[in-house]
Nanobody, 123 residues
Framework: QVQLVESGGGLVQAGGSLRLSCAASGRTFSRYAMGWFRQAPGKEREFVAAISWTGRGTGYADSVKGRFTISRDNGKNTVYLQMNSLKPEDTAVYYC????????????????WGQGTQVTVSS
């Protein structure tokens, strides 16, 4: 099974940008569709973005569409989430996840998870 480690979280002012990274090890990264999810205190984990194993297919939550961009570099076994125009409501722990078949918006369909990275957006 693939192992995932997120990085790049931090504190940023509203309107700012962050880029999250998720490094994979273990089984062949390029076979996996990848997703980003987030969980704010007291809320359920929610879908943010996902990308197919080729990188040609992507999907976004309506709340982040036009502000966030998911990408991957299979040569580096890494998936990224570029977050621009951040808002206080984007504050959450962000998790990356891997799935051996196509990407999906449903967290329960992913096979492996990272430990998460905190993103805090101040107003």
């Amino acid at each position: 099974q693939v192992q995932l480690v997120e990085s790049g979280g931090g504190l940023v002012q509203a309107g700012g940008s962050l880029r999250l990274s998720c490094a994979a090890s273990g089984r062949t990264f390029s076979r996996y569709a990848m997703g980003w999810f987030r969980q704010a205190p007291g809320k359920e984990r929610e879908f943010v973005a996902a990308i197919s194993w080729t990188g040609r297919g992507t999907g976004y939550a309506d709340s982040v569409k036009g502000r966030f961009t998911i990408s991957r570099d299979n040569g580096k076994n890494t998936v990224y989430l570029q977050m621009n125009s951040l808002k206080p409501e984007d504050t959450a722990v962000y998790y990356c996840a891997a799935r051996e078949t196509g990407w999906t918006r449903y967290s329960y369909e992913y096979d492996a998870w990272g430990q998460g990275t905190q993103v805090t957006v101040s107003s």
